[in-house]
Protein backbone atom coordinates (compact mmCIF):
# COMPACT_ATOMS: atom_id res chain seq x y z
CA UNK A 1 0.00 0.00 0.00
CA UNK A 2 0.98 3.31 -0.74
CA UNK A 3 3.03 4.94 2.49
CA UNK A 4 4.29 8.63 3.56
CA UNK A 5 6.34 9.08 6.72
CA UNK A 6 7.82 11.28 8.20
CA UNK A 7 10.99 10.92 10.31
CA UNK A 8 10.03 11.64 13.33
CA UNK A 9 6.93 13.16 15.50
CA UNK A 10 9.29 15.63 17.15
CA UNK A 11 12.42 17.32 16.75
CA UNK A 12 14.32 19.89 18.79
CA UNK A 13 17.40 21.71 17.08
CA UNK A 14 19.38 24.04 18.89
CA UNK A 15 18.69 27.76 18.11
CA UNK A 16 21.67 28.54 15.12
CA UNK A 17 21.70 24.83 13.88
CA UNK A 18 20.67 23.32 10.55
CA UNK A 19 16.80 21.24 11.13
CA UNK A 20 17.00 18.68 8.69
CA UNK A 21 13.21 16.61 7.95
CA UNK A 22 12.99 13.75 6.33
CA UNK A 23 10.29 12.59 4.37
CA UNK A 24 10.31 8.73 2.92
CA UNK A 25 7.69 7.25 0.70
CA UNK A 26 6.60 3.81 -0.79
CA UNK A 27 4.54 2.63 -3.45
CA UNK A 28 4.49 6.43 -5.03
CA UNK A 29 5.80 8.00 -8.01
CA UNK A 30 5.38 11.41 -7.47
CA UNK A 31 5.64 14.01 -10.16
CA UNK A 32 6.18 16.61 -7.35
CA UNK A 33 6.53 16.91 -3.96
CA UNK A 34 5.29 20.01 -1.80
CA UNK A 35 6.25 21.16 1.79
CA UNK A 36 4.00 22.83 3.95
CA UNK A 37 4.05 24.58 7.78
CA UNK A 38 1.50 24.28 10.32
CA UNK A 39 1.35 26.29 13.29
CA UNK A 40 -1.03 25.22 16.35
CA UNK A 41 -4.58 25.99 15.67
CA UNK A 42 -3.92 27.15 12.20
CA UNK A 43 -4.35 25.69 8.46
CA UNK A 44 -1.10 24.31 6.66
CA UNK A 45 1.02 27.03 4.57
CA UNK A 46 2.35 25.88 1.03
CA UNK A 47 6.26 26.37 1.89
CA UNK A 48 8.08 24.97 -1.36
CA UNK A 49 7.49 22.63 -4.44
CA UNK A 50 10.04 20.55 -6.26
CA UNK A 51 9.72 18.41 -9.14
CA UNK A 52 11.00 15.06 -9.88
CA UNK A 53 13.66 16.07 -12.30
CA UNK A 54 14.90 18.20 -9.79
CA UNK A 55 17.33 17.41 -7.53
CA UNK A 56 17.51 20.83 -4.77
CA UNK A 57 15.42 23.83 -4.50
CA UNK A 58 15.89 26.74 -2.52
CA UNK A 59 13.98 29.83 -0.65
CA UNK A 60 15.73 31.75 1.12
CA UNK A 61 17.21 29.66 4.56
CA UNK A 62 14.84 26.82 3.15
CA UNK A 63 16.04 23.38 0.82
CA UNK A 64 14.77 20.94 -0.59
CA UNK A 65 15.84 17.74 -2.22
CA UNK A 66 14.14 14.90 -3.81
CA UNK A 67 16.24 11.76 -4.67
CA UNK A 68 13.25 9.30 -6.41
CA UNK A 69 15.69 6.63 -6.35
CA UNK A 70 15.58 6.68 -2.64
CA UNK A 71 12.44 7.55 -2.60
CA UNK A 72 13.13 10.27 -0.40
CA UNK A 73 12.64 14.63 0.33
CA UNK A 74 14.78 16.20 3.01
CA UNK A 75 14.18 19.69 3.97
CA UNK A 76 16.87 21.90 5.48
CA UNK A 77 16.40 25.09 7.60
CA UNK A 78 19.68 26.89 7.89
CA UNK A 79 20.45 29.20 11.09
CA UNK A 80 17.31 28.12 12.85
CA UNK A 81 15.25 30.67 14.74
CA UNK A 82 12.64 29.71 17.51
CA UNK A 83 10.01 31.68 14.69
CA UNK A 84 10.66 28.30 12.71
CA UNK A 85 9.26 26.28 15.67
CA UNK A 86 6.08 24.33 13.67
CA UNK A 87 4.89 21.68 12.10
CA UNK A 88 6.15 20.82 8.59
CA UNK A 89 4.13 18.23 6.44
CA UNK A 90 5.09 16.70 3.17
CA UNK A 91 2.74 16.22 0.43
CA UNK A 92 3.13 14.35 -2.65
CA UNK A 93 1.31 14.12 -6.18
CA UNK A 94 0.77 11.88 -8.88
CA UNK A 95 -2.61 11.45 -9.44
CA UNK A 96 -4.02 13.67 -6.29
CA UNK A 97 -2.11 15.14 -3.07
CA UNK A 98 -1.32 13.20 -0.40
CA UNK A 99 -0.13 14.36 2.99
CA UNK A 100 2.28 12.73 5.27
CA UNK A 101 1.73 13.33 9.04
CA UNK A 102 3.84 15.75 9.89
CA UNK A 103 7.26 16.27 12.17
CA UNK A 104 7.22 19.04 14.98
CA UNK A 105 9.95 20.94 14.63
CA UNK A 106 10.88 22.71 18.19
CA UNK A 107 14.01 25.07 17.66
CA UNK A 108 15.59 26.42 21.38
CA UNK A 109 16.78 29.32 22.01
CA UNK B 1 -10.35 39.84 3.24
CA UNK B 2 -7.73 38.08 1.49
CA UNK B 3 -6.90 34.35 1.10
CA UNK B 4 -9.48 31.22 2.71
CA UNK B 5 -11.54 32.50 5.50
CA UNK B 6 -13.83 30.13 7.69
CA UNK B 7 -16.46 30.58 10.31
CA UNK B 8 -16.48 29.65 13.25
CA UNK B 9 -13.80 29.03 14.11
CA UNK B 10 -14.67 27.15 17.42
CA UNK B 11 -17.80 25.16 17.63
CA UNK B 12 -19.09 22.36 20.10
CA UNK B 13 -22.11 20.17 19.43
CA UNK B 14 -24.22 17.76 20.69
CA UNK B 15 -24.64 14.81 18.93
CA UNK B 16 -28.25 15.11 17.89
CA UNK B 17 -27.52 19.10 16.86
CA UNK B 18 -27.48 20.18 12.85
CA UNK B 19 -24.89 22.90 12.31
CA UNK B 20 -22.29 23.73 9.38
CA UNK B 21 -19.19 25.41 8.71
CA UNK B 22 -18.34 27.83 5.71
CA UNK B 23 -15.85 28.74 4.11
CA UNK B 24 -15.14 31.47 1.56
CA UNK B 25 -12.12 32.02 -1.03
CA UNK B 26 -11.23 35.31 -2.24
CA UNK B 27 -8.12 33.75 -5.02
CA UNK B 28 -10.45 32.86 -7.95
CA UNK B 29 -9.75 29.67 -7.80
CA UNK B 30 -11.43 26.61 -9.25
CA UNK B 31 -11.19 24.16 -6.76
CA UNK B 32 -12.12 23.82 -3.06
CA UNK B 33 -11.44 21.04 -0.37
CA UNK B 34 -12.63 19.76 2.99
CA UNK B 35 -9.84 18.02 5.17
CA UNK B 36 -10.58 16.40 8.88
CA UNK B 37 -7.30 16.98 10.63
CA UNK B 38 -7.05 14.39 13.93
CA UNK B 39 -4.76 14.21 16.58
CA UNK B 40 -1.41 12.27 15.27
CA UNK B 41 -3.06 11.33 11.71
CA UNK B 42 -2.13 12.55 8.15
CA UNK B 43 -4.63 15.19 6.60
CA UNK B 44 -7.87 13.04 5.62
CA UNK B 45 -9.23 14.69 2.46
CA UNK B 46 -13.22 14.33 2.23
CA UNK B 47 -14.34 16.21 -0.41
CA UNK B 48 -13.33 17.71 -3.51
CA UNK B 49 -15.13 20.45 -5.85
CA UNK B 50 -14.20 21.62 -9.13
CA UNK B 51 -16.00 24.18 -10.92
CA UNK B 52 -18.86 24.05 -8.50
CA UNK B 53 -18.90 20.22 -9.49
CA UNK B 54 -17.26 17.44 -6.70
CA UNK B 55 -15.24 15.39 -8.17
CA UNK B 56 -14.25 13.13 -4.58
CA UNK B 57 -15.89 11.74 -2.01
CA UNK B 58 -13.78 9.74 -0.35
CA UNK B 59 -15.73 7.30 1.57
CA UNK B 60 -17.01 10.29 4.28
CA UNK B 61 -20.75 9.14 6.11
CA UNK B 62 -23.12 11.03 5.02
CA UNK B 63 -23.47 12.69 8.21
CA UNK B 64 -21.19 14.93 6.85
CA UNK B 65 -22.96 16.79 3.74
CA UNK B 66 -20.92 18.82 1.20
CA UNK B 67 -22.33 22.17 -0.53
CA UNK B 68 -20.34 24.26 -3.34
CA UNK B 69 -23.17 26.86 -4.23
CA UNK B 70 -20.37 29.01 -6.51
CA UNK B 71 -16.86 29.01 -7.04
CA UNK B 72 -16.10 31.27 -4.04
CA UNK B 73 -17.89 29.40 -1.64
CA UNK B 74 -18.17 26.18 0.43
CA UNK B 75 -20.24 24.71 3.33
CA UNK B 76 -19.88 21.52 5.85
CA UNK B 77 -23.70 20.48 6.86
CA UNK B 78 -23.31 18.35 10.34
CA UNK B 79 -25.66 15.93 11.91
CA UNK B 80 -26.10 13.64 14.33
CA UNK B 81 -22.24 13.62 14.78
CA UNK B 82 -20.52 11.21 17.03
CA UNK B 83 -17.66 11.97 19.44
CA UNK B 84 -15.21 10.07 17.17
CA UNK B 85 -16.01 13.41 14.75
CA UNK B 86 -14.36 16.02 16.98
CA UNK B 87 -11.34 17.21 14.96
CA UNK B 88 -10.04 20.10 13.20
CA UNK B 89 -11.87 20.96 9.82
CA UNK B 90 -10.19 22.69 7.22
CA UNK B 91 -11.16 24.11 4.00
CA UNK B 92 -8.40 24.63 1.15
CA UNK B 93 -8.89 25.77 -2.12
CA UNK B 94 -6.34 25.46 -5.54
CA UNK B 95 -6.31 27.47 -8.73
CA UNK B 96 -7.11 24.38 -10.36
CA UNK B 97 -7.79 19.99 -9.56
CA UNK B 98 -5.33 17.51 -11.05
CA UNK B 99 -3.61 19.59 -12.92
CA UNK B 100 -0.07 19.47 -11.51
CA UNK B 101 1.34 22.29 -10.10
CA UNK B 102 -1.49 24.12 -9.72
CA UNK B 103 -2.82 22.27 -7.25
CA UNK B 104 -0.87 23.73 -4.40
CA UNK B 105 -3.39 24.15 -1.82
CA UNK B 106 -4.14 27.12 -0.05
CA UNK B 107 -5.64 26.30 3.57
CA UNK B 108 -8.23 28.43 6.02
CA UNK B 109 -7.36 28.60 9.92
CA UNK B 110 -10.08 25.54 10.55
CA UNK B 111 -12.79 25.00 12.70
CA UNK B 112 -12.18 23.47 15.49
CA UNK B 113 -15.17 21.19 16.08
CA UNK B 114 -15.77 19.43 19.53
CA UNK B 115 -18.95 16.67 19.59
CA UNK B 116 -20.05 15.79 23.40
Redesign the interface.
Known sequence: SQKIEQNSEALNIQEGKTATLTCNYTNYSPAYLQWYRQDPGRGPVFLLLIRENEKEKRKERLKVTFDTTLKQSLFHITASQPADSATYLCALVNEKLTFGTGTRLTIIP | ETG?TQTPRHLVMGMTNKKSLKCEQHLGHNAMYWYKQSA????E?MFVYSLEERV?NNSVPSRFSPECPNSSHLFLHLHTLQPEDSA?Y???SSQDY?S??S????????T?LTVL
Not at chain 2, 40 to 43: A, E, G, I, V, Y
Not at chain 2, 103 to 110: A, H, L, N, S, V
Request: proline share 9%; charged share 20%.
Open positions: VKKPLLELLCANGTDTQYFGPGR
